[in-house]
């Protein structure tokens, strides 16, 4: 009886669909930005052959629809097999071929090579995710036809098939879009959101009254968040700093409200500018207001570089708005946070601005990934040209900044766009790796944004465009992190680009989405230019708090 299904199940399916599908299933295979975990790759190769698959039924319907000739009898038989043994040396062929392409990557990344990507086990997988898709298809036309029989017993027939389509749609989408993607989405925050409440046996609440959840502080202990009594509990010592650190050092300040601290956005920026004004932030050297990812967290590397670089002469204040992934967040709800950010930024902005300008700390805005897209759009720049800040320190912005596309989009055309020169480099810079904020004719202006990004980062460069066209980062010379067999393929690079944003920060540090903190170095260094750094104090610099990311 199963074998008679599925039989049955063979002569059902779509020969030019089998073949598009192949093909999609193929090129899912090969490499793109960094490099993908097994069931990842397994269910993305599943989508891609049942997207594959959907188009060449469309191109099948598409050519009977056009009354082109039809095959029948026994060249269609020998179509038929002579398709089937072709895809079947495609899947086989190309399944051997995606170790040696993953490996192209880690290569790169420094990363120990996969002896097998388990072709076998990758193959059932995806027929498994290919299958549980057809059957959701066919519900859908059984769906649409059930409806469209009904109807056509009261309007005309091709009436009855546009309502049944329409409903049929509605139904689907409604189920998918909002139903299944709600549960998800509250699923995600419900555990996050226990886990944001961990208290960590290491971490012990401060007794310093100059740290946010001591007895002194507004800040309740436990209200700060898992995230945030990390960021609190992870400053630097008088002591660190003074072993590297030239001319004399105090210890830094940091400000971080979780979202248990106060009910609204509101009391939440109140709250954080009232401690900040408490512990005396605006009276260090400099000021750094910090958007931190979905998840509440703030990159260590990317505060730690700065503190170091000014002997601690700075405070630095972070305000929590979610519990989610910031890869979640981006793709589900990418303007999750920009309220709280906009909030944050102009207590701190009013009161500053207050302040005698002599008397003032060097004012700049901070953010990593989803934290670098809210902390962009917290401020107005318009708003700043009367009274502009210091600058801005952008790492991994998202392919959704606005201001980030458009400073690549406008980049001198000689450049690559994943290391644009904007300009004469006076206001905006990007670095990588391997530098990129040295090197203009021009000197950096009064008001200086950089952004930090890797080549490999797909948070950056994905682009729903690469559905149907190869991305400007693809033509010409590639990132040094990025595979040479990356090829642009028509919906599939699209896919590819799409689960490398989930698995980006799967990457070694240094690459895809984990920002290293001697890269932040370097940055920082470049933007706020510290006086007594030679390079080899930096070197050292780059030593101690590489051994801290380790």
């Given at each position: ?10 002569r ?6 089998l ?60 179509g ?10 495609i899947?086989?062929?190309f399944?051997?071929r ?14 120990d ?17 290919f ?47 909002g ?40 800040l ?19 002591n ?7 001319g ?37 050297d ?6 931190p ?10 505060i ?7 002997g ?19 793709l ?19 009161h500053?601005?207050?302040?005698p ?28 040209v ?29 450049t ?13 810079r990007?670095?990588n ?11 950096w ?15 950056s ?8 066209r ?7 010379e ?16 699209f896919?590819q680009l799409a ?10 540090i ?14 920082w ?16 610099l ?9």
């Amino acid at each position: 009886m199963q074998i008679r299904h599925l039989h049955l199940l063979r002569r059902s399916l779509s020969t030019t669909g089998l073949l598009v599908g192949t093909l999609l299933f193929a090129t899912s295979l090969s490499p793109s930005l960094v490099p993908r975990p097994f069931l990842m790759q397994a269910l993305l190769s599943g989508v891609a052959f049942s997207i594959g698959y959907a188009i060449g039924v469309f191109l099948h319907w598409l050519w009977h629809f056009m009354e082109l000739p039809k095959f029948r009898g026994r060249v269609l038989t020998i179509g038929k097999i002579i398709a089937w043994v072709l895809s079947a040396a495609i899947v086989i062929g190309f399944l051997v071929r995606a170790s040696a392409w993953q490996n192209s990557i880690r290569e790169l990344m420094d990363l120990d090579p996969v002896d097998t990507t388990r072709p076998f086990l990758l193959g059932l997988i995806a027929l498994l995710v290919f299958l549980v898709l057809l059957g959701l298809a066919r519900l859908f036309r059984l769906i649409k036809r059930t409806l469209s029989r009904t109807a056509n017993r009261v309007v005309p027939g091709r009436i009855s098939l546009v309502i049944s389509v329409v409903i049929t749609v509605a139904l689907f989408w409604g189920l998918f879009s909002g139903v299944l993607a709600r549960v998800t989405l509250n699923s995600f925050d419900a555990s996050f959101r226990q886990l944001d409440l961990l208290i960590e046996d290491e971490l012990e609440a401060p007794t310093n009254p100059l740290h946010s959840g001591s007895a002194a502080s507004l800040l309740g202990w436990e209200e700060l968040g898992r995230q945030g009594r990390r960021f609190v509990a992870e400053v630097p010592t008088t002591n660190d700093l003074a072993e590297i650190a030239p001319g004399a050092v105090a210890e830094p300040l940091r400000v971080y409200v979780g979202l248990n601290s106060a009910e609204t956005i509101e009391e939440r920026a109140d709250l954080a500018l009232a401690e900040l004004q408490r512990i005396g932030g605006f009276e260090r050297d400099y000021l750094v207001v910090i958007t931190p990812t979905g998840t509440g967290w703030v990159d260590p590397g990317g505060i730690r570089s700065l503190e170091y670089l000014v002997g601690g002469r700075v405070a630095s204040v972070a305000v929590q708005y979610s519990y989610l992934p910031s890869w979640l967040s981006l793709l589900a709800q990418p303007e999750y946070g920009q309220e709280t950010a906009r909030a944050l930024f102009d207590r701190v902005y009013r009161h500053w601005r207050e302040l005698p300008p002599e008397n003032r700390p060097r004012l700049y805005l901070h953010g990593l990934s989803l934290g670098a897209l809210n902390s962009d759009r917290s401020a107005d720049m318009w708003d700043l040209v009367g009274d502009p800040i210091d600058g801005a320190l952008w790492s991994g912005p998202p392919f959704r900044s606005e201001s980030w596309q458009w400073a690549t989009a406008q980049r001198r055309p000689e450049t690559p766009a994943w290391r644009p020169r904007f300009r004469d480099g006076s206001v905006i810079r990007f670095a990588n790796q391997h530098g990129g904020l040295e090197d203009f004719a021009a000197p950096w202006g009064p008001f200086r944004i950089a952004y930090l990004q890797y080549a490999s980062d797909p948070i950056s460069f994905f682009q729903p465009s690469a559905l149907y066209r190869e991305p400007d980062w693809m033509r010409g010379e590639r990132g040094p992190d990025v595979s040479p067999f990356l090829r642009w393929y028509p919906v599939v690079t699209f896919l590819q680009l799409a689960v490398d944003i989930a698995a980006a920060e799967t990457a070694p540090i240094g690459y895809g989405h984990s920002y290293a903190s001697e890269h932040y170095i370097d940055a920082w260094a470049g933007l706020i230019e510290p006086p007594g750094w030679d390079d080899e104090r930096v070197d050292a610099l780059k030593r101690r708090i590489g051994d801290l990311d380790d």
